[in-house]
């Protein structure tokens, strides 16, 4: 895999990384990594999505998950503007929420009766309400201004920033997050700034979780370090002394609670996730 721009991808910011790593499409547009999360969790929640790539996890957590707020950051700002194409591509497909009043209601109470008579014996919705046949001969469905659809759904409650996000600050952080997630990201963090740097991102975790937030964590086994150094400037990964079977202790170092093992997001996946609540 390449980056978007055809250079190295020594942040990890690889083209098209989640529709061939995560996504099985035979299941349909969900990230299986999502599926091991408590289905409460996400609900009602601001959430941060550290190293979105082209959002497709920030944009299922906003649509599908009834998240209040997601922020997806990534230090690559073509992935960024990918991930706001993604979220419009979304919206297109979505379709109107079924209980919604026919355009041509009239006021007639015999009308009415018929219209959700019909609503009721229709066939189940279709997932491709405009299909993607009609984006590409007339372009994406217009979002609409968000006091129609309501701060908190989609796509008004999802966008993105680019940004280094273990050396910068987003003006989304002032308000804090409920929960963050970092899926396949601290390798790249680890590479690119050494022990300290992961260090530093685990603190910027900790400190941006609001009181008893949650840190949902998928850290990348030590084995798959070894391709990724290759495009690494040796003096880092040489280096490297924090392994990833020690990050549940720097964490708890750190003020985390215990980590709880989700589970593996595939048969035969090495990866496993950790959910951890903050103490402080
Ligand atoms: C291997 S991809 C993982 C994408 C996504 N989190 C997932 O698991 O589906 C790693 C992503 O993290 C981004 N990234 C790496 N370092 C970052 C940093 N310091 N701040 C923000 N994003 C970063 C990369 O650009 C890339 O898109």
Same mark, same amino acid.
């Given at each position: 895999m390449t980056s978007?721009?055809?250079?190295?991808?020594?942040?990890?910011?690889?083209?098209?990384?989640?529709?061939?790593?995560?996504?099985?499409?035979?299941?349909?547009?969900?990230?299986?990594?999502?599926?091991?999360?408590?289905?409460?969790?996400?609900?009602? %929640?601001?959430?941060?999505?550290?190293?979105?790539?082209?959002g497709w996890v920030s944009c299922e957590v906003a649509q599908s998950w009834a998240a209040r707020r997601v922020v997806g950051v990534d230090i690559d700002d073509v992935l960024v503007r990918m991930a706001w194409k993604r979220r419009r591509t979304l919206w297109s497909h979505q379709e109107p929420p079924r209980d919604a009043p026919p355009p041509d209601a009239s006021s007639s109470k015999k009308r009415k009766r018929k219209q959700q008579e019909d609503v009721a014996l229709a066939p189940v919705p279709r997932a491709d309400y405009f299909p993607a046949s009609c984006q590409h001969m007339f372009g994406?469905?217009?979002?609409?201004?968000?006091?129609?659809?309501? %701060?908190? %759904?989609?796509?008004?409650?999802?966008s993105f920033r680019c940004a280094d996000w273990v050396n910068e600050v987003i003006p989304e952080d002032a308000g804090g997050y409920d929960v963050i997630? %970092?899926?396949?990201?601290?390798?790249?963090?680890?590479?690119?700034?050494?022990?300290?740097?992961?260090?530093?991102?685990?603190?910027?975790?900790?400190?941006?979780?609001?009181?008893?937030?949650?840190?949902?964590?998928?850290?990348q086994q030590w084995d798959s370090y070894t391709k990724a150094r290759k495009l690494h400037p040796v003096q880092n990964a040489k280096k490297l002394q924090l392994h990833p079977d020690i990050f549940q202790d720097v964490l708890r170092g750190i003020g985390f609670g215990p980590a709880r093992r989700l589970g593996a997001p595939g048969e035969g996946s090495e990866y496993l996730f950790c959910c951890l609540q903050s103490m402080c």
């Open positions: 978007v721009n055809g250079t190295l991808p020594t942040h990890g910011n690889y083209h098209n990384y989640h529709g061939r790593v995560y996504y099985n499409h035979h299941a349909g547009p969900h990230d299986s990594r999502l599926a091991l999360l408590p289905p409460e969790l996400l609900a009602g %929640a601001r959430v941060l999505d550290i190293g979105c790539n082209e994406p469905l217009p979002i609409p201004p968000v006091d129609v659809g309501g %701060a908190d %759904a989609f796509p008004h409650n999802v997630l %970092a899926f396949s990201v601290s390798k790249w963090i680890h590479l690119n700034g050494g022990d300290d740097g992961l260090h530093r991102f685990f603190r910027r975790v900790h400190d941006a979780l609001t009181q008893g937030g949650t840190f949902v964590f998928e850290p």
